[in-house]
Structures are given as C-alpha cells and as structure tokens.
C-alpha cells in the first residue's frame, strides 16, 4: 500500500500569513496532487505534478503556489493566505498507467483567520 | 468539478437496506473510480472501474460509458458504511474530476 504522509494535520494562520504544506509519498509515485475539499464542491484540483521540477495547473490555482523538489516531495505554498482558502487540503499520489488508483494523504485542515 | 454530477447529495438508510448511488458525467473518460471517504476525512479508494460491472463484498459498481454513467451499490448497508462517497473520473490519464459526494447515513 503506497504511503502519502502530509504535515501539518492541522494548521491555523492569519490572514496576510505565510503556510507551506507539505506532501511525502514513499512508493516513487511520478504523479502528485493537491486538491482542496469544501461542502458543496467536492474535491478541487489545485496544481498537481508529474515530476521532479515539474508543475501543472490545476482548475482552482488562484492564490497558491507548488513545488516538487524531488520524487517524493511535493509542497504547496500560500504566500498571502485569505479566508478563502480555508480548507480541508488532501495530497495524493499516483503511479504512471492508466491503471493505478489514486492514493491519499491523511489531509491537512487549514483555517484563516 | 462540473464534469462530474452525484445524487444524491445524501441518503439516510436504516440499518439492512440497499443503497444506490448514481454519477453521471459529461465527457469522454478513460478512468472511473469510486472513493470513501470517513467521517473524520480521510479516503480511501474502492473501485477502479472505466466500464462494466465489479464486485467487492457488498459493494458493486457499474459504469456504462454510452449512458455516461457509473454507479455504486451497497447491499444490507451497516452503520459503518457511514460517510461520504465519492466519484472521479479522468478524461485523460492524468487527473481525476470528483463530483460532491454523497453522504450516507446508515442508523442502527
């Protein structure tokens, strides 16, 4: 079972504030994701990679920034966090091939005050 | 996001009865999977299933890609099959679309 490990679980900032979310899978997965959960819009694709260094935009990319320093990390940045951005944050990974599923992290729960 | 409708938004079952649950979609795919979700957030993945008929236990899903649709059914649902299930589909390989889930709520 592939292993996705986000940090922090839990995160409260302020607006204006700085957050870096962090995303670790084991099973050197090429794909990551992140995607934001809230009630009425399911899960929301924000950037997601297929790469070392690589970056793709996703549907909803306003207000963060994403990088992929190695196989296994993937970060997502709120540089100027707003309310609006609070949210249940989910990492996943996924290997090469139309057959393999997507795997979660734990996600992490941001508020912004 | 708009590629991808569930219904219902929720259900509430009583303990025993057999639940459907219904995605339709709006664009060719190559990938349907269905997904749990827990209460307390976390998801795992049931079915991977682009077309046809799959069973695991009590669950099966069905995907018919002319009618643009998948389901998932659960037989003699129990309380812990509580929760959120999600759809999501790919149109290419690279990036599943979730619709909003529906909430499942099974009391004893």
């Known amino acids: ?10 995160k409260v900032t302020v607006t204006g504030g700085n957050v870096t979310l962090s995303c670790r899978q084991t099973n050197s997965h ?11 819009h399911g899960l929301r694709l924000i ?6 260094g690589n970056l793709q935009i996703g549907d909803v990319p306003d207000g963060y920034k994403a990088t992929r320093t190695t196989q296994e ?17 989910f990492c ?19 508020s912004v005050l | 996001g708009q590629q991808v409708q569930q219904s219902p938004a929720s259900l509430v079952l009583q303990e025993g009865e057999n639940a459907e649950l219904q ?10 999977q269905w997904f749990y979700q827990r209460p307390g957030g976390s998801l795992v993945s ?28 659960i037989s003699s649902s129990q309380t812990t099959d509580s ?7 790919a149109p290419n390989y690279n990036v599943l679309y979730f619709g909003s889930g529906t909430k499942l709520t099974v009391e004893p």
């Open chain 1, 1 to 10: 079972e592939a292993a996705v490990t986000q940090s922090p679980r839990n």
């Open chain 1, 30 to 40: 090429n794909y990551m994701y992140w995607y934001r959960q809230d009630t009425g």
């Open chain 1, 47 to 52: 950037h997601y990679s297929y790469g070392a």
């Open chain 1, 73 to 89: 990390d993937f970060f997502l940045l709120l540089e100027l966090a707003s309310p609006s951005q609070t949210s249940l944050y």
């Open chain 1, 92 to 110: 996943a990974s996924r290997d090469r091939g139309k057959q393999n599923t997507l795997y979660f992290g734990a996600g992490t729960r941001l």
């Open chain 2, 23 to 32: 995605c339709n979609f709006s664009t060719s795919l190559n990938s349907m």
């Open chain 2, 46 to 73: 049931l079915f991977y299933n682009p077309s046809g008929t799959k069973h695991s236990g009590r669950l099966t899903s069905t995907t018919v890609i002319k009618e643009r649709r998948s389901s998932l059914h």
């Open chain 2, 83 to 89: 929760g959120t299930y999600l759809c999501a589909l």
